[in-house]
């Protein structure tokens, strides 16, 4: 049987993007089928693995999701393990995720407790998003695997290992990918006035876009607009007569999300006008908030604080955007920080988790589980 660490090695070399983990599901599937399978059922949906454990004397189905997905990202670390995969990285943390669920799968299948357990590789996490058509899957397919309670855990870079972090209540933010097209007509530099320029449009959306935050919404809330993409134009002596904007909306609270887009829809509208123009808004996908079960986090922390090779905080909630909220939306549950010591943060292409974290923390978390 395969070492933890060979595992995670093992999969940090062939990360796949959201619905193309083709090999990542045939290599969980590998280690899944190796183990005794008296007390397992396993399910594939798309490119994902559902694995339900029965225990000894069931009342309830406790859940743990990880997700499996890579990103788009040229790896730049001198690991000997580094992506196989020319482009593709696992540069947050989800071959770590992965391993851990495997090892807490092993040891739970080993030695069941006495509720049953489901196991969820869930994929494109990244995006455009796994956790909810899952979640509807599951209730429509399996509604006997539904758990009564879900549980995952993501890396954090900034954190020692053996420190695990979480908050009650709110901790990651709503998420609603932003694609704003603008349309005007193209013509040569020298006859301005023949043309709709889109680039001046697109330049003077940005500016206005940054007042919605500052002059829409109440100082006491919060709220994210990032345009992190512009492009326009071909060549330097030709008008542009189309523009694109791309970027990011985060709120603490879905109303705000709601204000947000009204006020992204006003703008457009005052740019078509006012360039003589037509817009096209593309919201792609979104994340419902992450908000934590308070009084099964607080339960969490207590069990943490208790534990002598752990050490927990409770955090501040961030504008990160994660769809396990998906999950939490209909499922009690919480989610949690786990500390991987790493100079370089989420999503770099120089990543490098310590993997002590998985030898520490899948004894944690079996031991919390067993708890419940």
């Known amino acids: 049987m395969k070492t933890l660490q060979q595992i995670r090695r093992d999969l940090h070399q062939i990360p796949e993007i959201g619905f193309q983990e083709y090999k990542t599901q045939a290599y969980l599937l590998e280690e899944i089928y190796a183990l005794n399978q008296q007390r397992l059922t396993v399910v594939k949906w798309k490119t994902g693995v559902l694995v339900h454990v029965k ?8 859940g743990w999701r990880s997700d499996i997905d890579g990103l788009p990202i040229d790896e730049q670390t001198t690991i000997e393990f580094a992506s196989e995969h020319d ?17 807490l799968l092993r040891r739970i299948n080993e030695e069941p407790i006495t509720d049953s357990m489901v196991f ?21 397919e399996h509604p006997e695997f539904l758990p009564d309670a879900i549980f995952a855990f993501h890396i954090a870079p900034e954190y020692p290992v053996g420190t695990v972090a979480t908050r009650p209540g709110l901790l990651f933010a709503n998420t609603s990918e932003l694609f704003i097209d603008l349309s005007g007509v193209e013509g040569h530099a020298a006859f301005p006035h023949r043309t709709k320029d889109m680039s001046v449009a697109a330049a003077s959306l940005l500016l206005q876009l940054q007042t919605i935050v500052s002059r829409s919404i109440n100082p006491l809330d919060s709220a994210v607009v990032t345009i992190g993409k512009m492009t326009s134009g071909t060549v330097q002596n030709i008008i542009s007569g189309h523009a694109r904007l791309e970027g990011t909306i985060r709120t603490m609270d879905a109303q705000i999300m709601i204000n947000v887009k009204n006020r992204i829809e006003a703008l457009c509208k005052a740019t078509e006008i006012a360039f003589e123009c037509e817009f096209k808004i593309d919201y792609g996908s979104g994340y419902y908030q992450v908000f934590n079960t308070p009084e099964i986090t607080s339960d969490f922390l207590k069990f943490a604080e208790q534990d002598a090779f752990t050490t927990s905080i409770e955090c ?34 120089k990543l490098n988790p310590d993997e002590k974290v998985i030898d520490y923390l899948v004894p944690f978390v079996e031991s919390y589980l067993r708890s419940l």
């Open 55 to 62: 225990g000894l004397n069931p009342t309830k189905t406790i």
């Open 87 to 103: 482009g593709f990285m696992h540069a947050c943390g989800h071959d770590i995720h992965m391993t851990v669920a495997l090892g």
């Open 120 to 140: 969820l590789f869930q994929p494109a996490e990244e995006g455009p998003g796994g956790a909810l058509p899952m979640r509807e899957w599951l209730k429509k």
């Open 316 to 349: 501040d909630a961030a504008m990160t955007g994660e769809d396990f909220g998906f999950f939490l939306e209909e499922i009690p549950g919480m989610l949690f920080w786990a500390g991987v010591d790493s100079p370089y943060g989420l999503h770099n292409a």
